[in-house]
């Protein structure tokens, strides 16, 4: 469902998101996702919270959801944070 840019992210870009994460703490990692599998993805995250009844305030999806674990395998995001 929610698809993962396979190739890393070019070693200079990788080495500035890195700058900047060491310097403020936190980094916007750009295309991890294909863009067009985002909405699809959104939308089964929002039906997995709608069926499980969370509220707006606290949003927890149920145990063994793939929802939950799909974005943490993406090449990019384990590649920057091994």
């Not at 294909?34 to 919270?49: C, E, G, T």
């Amino acid at each position: 469902m929610l698809r993962h840019v396979e190739l890393p992210h070019p070693a200079a870009q990788l080495e500035q998101l890195e700058r900047q994460f060491r310097a403020d703490g936190w980094v916007i990692l750009p295309d991890v996702f294909v863009r067009s599998s985002v909405p699809q993805f959104r939308a089964a995250v929002l039906a997995q919270l709608h069926a499980a009844g969370s509220s707006s305030h606290f949003m927890d999806l149920p145990g063994g959801a793939p929802e939950a674990v799909e974005p943490t395998l993406a090449p990019r995001l384990r590649n920057f944070l091994p």
